[in-house]
């Protein structure tokens, strides 16, 4: 008897290029793979997209076992989903017909943590988890948890402290945020994270340590990318190459900044920063006027490339020797780690959060301190002068986990997980096909 499995994502990668939606993804790709289970995929989608007259679900009508969940009416403050009628029409009509033993969240934004709710009232003998991908639950700034006004890393969050962050809120309502919340997700029976350091904060925050599971994301990528080819033999391992958003979180300035100051007789001619990366123009005006003089001292030593899809990973890493994140806040597991570990490049990064548990120094990358532009610049330089490197660290790179390994793990977790709760797997089950 295979398990059901319904895998629930804020968004669909084929509208979403987000690390949290391909991750979801992969594991229901993953699951796929797997024998002992049938699988589905529920993935919210909102404006631009049309909605279906009537119903709040939709077809994607391009691969079997996947659906669409218009939700629009959202409230960010309190995680929730202010459209309970269709949750209690569409939502759990989606559950009924289905029939799932594990209902596994990656992620509630613009679903609402009402959705877990759902699952326990309709399903109360289904397995819930819930994945983890930044500190949404904990912080109101967007799940950053840095401080609001100025660039300094929050360690704890607390109604007193948000209310410092947003005098506009009450501490009461900061209170009362956080008892719903801790409320809803009280009723999953495991979370998961792909990192120690957001388990650990999530559980200092007050979630039951013996409820978490740390298993990474595991990625789909077929091709490996070669190691650059060198015009010759003596030639240097001198091209660096930053993926991810224009934001002031990600540090891509801080990176610019360092470039700029590394010594012409350190850069040479042969030295290039391949940025690649978008959404520069949605940035507080400050920040791209910041950016827009970064650029300019700059000059040639650095190259934008525009944003890219995942699947031109391979071909991209063709051209790049080192791969830079310079994020200033606690990043969990960028899948820009996996992928460069997976085509074997080293990284230079922050010394912070998920980044330094993923990334160990000088053994397969290098750690700088967080928002110095001067600490990064020693990095660079190591990179561009030091004999054996580079050959050094990518062969202290250990190949990550891919999506049908990932998909295996998760498996093995729900079965003891529903063996602890001593449910078996109905013996027979009959599901209602889904009409969109």
Known sequence: MKMRVLVVSHAHPSFSLGGAEIASYNLHKGLQAHEGVDTNYLARVGAPTPRHAGTALMSLRQQGGELLYYAEDYDHFLISNRATEEIERDFIRALRDLKPDVVHFHHFIGLGLEC??????????????????????????????????????????????????????????????????????????????????????????????????????????????????????????????????????????????????????????????????????????????????????????????????????PNLMRSVDWVVMPSVWWENSPIVIQEAFFHGRPILSSNLGGMAEKITDEVNGLHFRSGSPEDLVDCMTRALTEPDLWSRLRGGITPPLNHVECAATHVSLYQRLIAERGMPIPASRTATPMIA
């Open 116 to 313: 877990i709710f759902a699952v326990r009232d309709t399903l109360p003998d289904a397995l819930i988890v819930v994945t983890f991908h930044e500190y949404l639950a904990i912080c109101n700034h967007h799940g950053q948890m840095v401080k609001t006004g100025a660039f300094k890393l929050c360690y704890r969050a607390s109604p007193t402290d948000c209310n410092a962050c947003f005098p506009d809120i009450s501490p009461a309502r900061f209170l009362a945020r956080e008892t719903f919340i801790k409320g809803v997700l009280g009723l999953a029976d495991h979370y998961v994270s792909p990192s120690r350091f957001l388990a650990e904060r999530y559980q200092a925050w007050g979630l039951p340590k013996e409820r978490f599971s740390v298993i990474e994301n595991g990625i789909d990528v077929a091709e490996v990318a070669p190691p650059r080819s060198l015009p010759e033999p003596t030639a240097r391992r001198s091209r660096f190459a930053y993926f991810g958003q224009l934001t002031p979180y990600k540090g891509a300035d801080v990176l610019i900044d360092a470039v700029t100051r590394i010594p012409d007789a350190v850069w040479g001619e042969d030295s290039i920063l391949l940025v690649y990366g978008g959404n520069l123009e949605r940035q507080p005006q400050a920040y791209q006027d910041k950016f827009a003089k970064l650029v300019e001292s700059a000059g040639r030593r650095v190259r934008f490339c525009g944003a890219f899809q995942n699947h031109e990973m």
